[in-house]
Nanobody, 121 residues
Framework: VQLVESGGGLVQTGGSLRLSCAASARIYSSYVMGWFRQAPGKEREFVAAIRWGFGTTYYADSVKGRFTISRDQSKNTLYLQMNSLKPEDAALYYC???????????????WGQGTQVTVSS
């Protein structure tokens, strides 16, 4: 499965962006799809995840209440709606897919190339 992210860009503090992640093949209902981010000099960190079949969602505390993860099963596309963006949200955002939910990036075998989010203060 190939994952392709889009939707990143430059936004002012307090603004919004919507990221998309399109999969090249059908995502099975047993899969977990997630968003991670990595800022320069920092480790890749968990942002949000969703169980593809049931739609159960998980969020990092730092984004809870501001970000919303969702999916369109008919389009095999994952989304991340980001509101009230802060300068500390700036990073390269990656889409990931795997068979189990975890906040660690290591177990996810499928990754996109990333889309850059820049937040100006």
């Amino acid at each position: 499965v190939q994952l392709v992210e889009s939707g990143g860009g430059l936004v002012q503090t307090g603004g919004s962006l919507r990221l998309s992640c399109a999969a090249s093949a059908r995502i099975y209902s047993s899969y977990v799809m997630g968003w991670f981010r990595q800022a320069p000099g920092k480790e890749r960190e968990f942002v949000a995840a969703i169980r593809w079949g049931f739609g159960t969602t998980y969020y990092a505390d730092s984004v809870k209440g501001r970000f919303t993860i969702s999916r369109d099963q008919s389009k095999n596309t994952l989304y991340l709606q980001m509101n009230s963006l802060k300068p500390e949200d700036a990073a390269l955002y990656y889409c990931a897919g795997g068979t189990s939910y975890t906040t660690s990036p290591t177990p996810y075998p499928y990754w996109g190339q990333g889309t850059q989010v820049t937040v100006s203060s």
